[in-house]
C-alpha cells in the first residue's frame, strides 16, 4: 500500500513545489486541495499517513484544520508550514497536535528529511 499524503496549500506554485519533493519518496501517493475546508472534507472521507498543511489559506485557515480535527479527535501526522514567527501562533498550534513545524520560505532538504521522517521512522 502506498502512503499517502495530502498537501493543502493555497499557492499552485507551493504545491508544486511540493508534489516534486514527494515525487523523489517512492511507493508515495500525493493529493492537492486548494483550501483548509477542502483538505477537511477529505480527511474526514479517508485519513491520510501525512498531512502538509499551509498557514495562511483563503476559506479555512491551517490553524482553523487543526481545531477541527482536534474537535472530531482526528490524530494523524502534520506538517505546518508558516511564515507567521508569533509565539501565540506558535503556541496554538503545538496545543491542537502538531507533528512538525517548517518555516517559510520552503527548504527542500528540510521537507524531504521532515516527511521520511514522519512516513517511515515512526
Ligand atoms: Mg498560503
Not at 500525493?30 to 499551509?54: H, S, T
Amino acid at each position: 500500500m502506498p502512503k499517502k499524503i495530502y498537501v493543502a496549500d493555497d499557492s499552485v506554485v507551493t504545491r508544486m513545489f511540493i508534489s516534486s519533493i514527494i515525487n523523489e519518496i517512492p511507493n508515495v501517493e500525493i493529493e492537492e486541495f486548494a483550501n483548509g475546508e477542502e483538505v477537511l472534507n477529505k480527511i474526514k472521507k479517508a485519513l491520510p499517513d501525512l498531512l502538509i498543511l499551509d498557514s495562511v489559506m483563503p476559506k479555512m485557515d491551517g490553524l482553523s484544520v487543526l481545531s477541527k480535527l482536534k474537535e472530531n479527535n482526528i490524530k494523524i501526522p502534520i506538517i505546518f508550514f508558516t511564515a507567521d514567527i508569533q509565539a501565540t501562533t506558535r503556541e496554538k498550534a503545538i496545543s491542537l497536535g502538531i507533528a512538525e513545524f517548517v518555516n517559510k520560505p520552503l527548504q527542500k532538504e528540510v521537507i524531504l528529511e521532515k516527511i521520511k521522517n514522519i512516513l517511515f521512522n515512526k
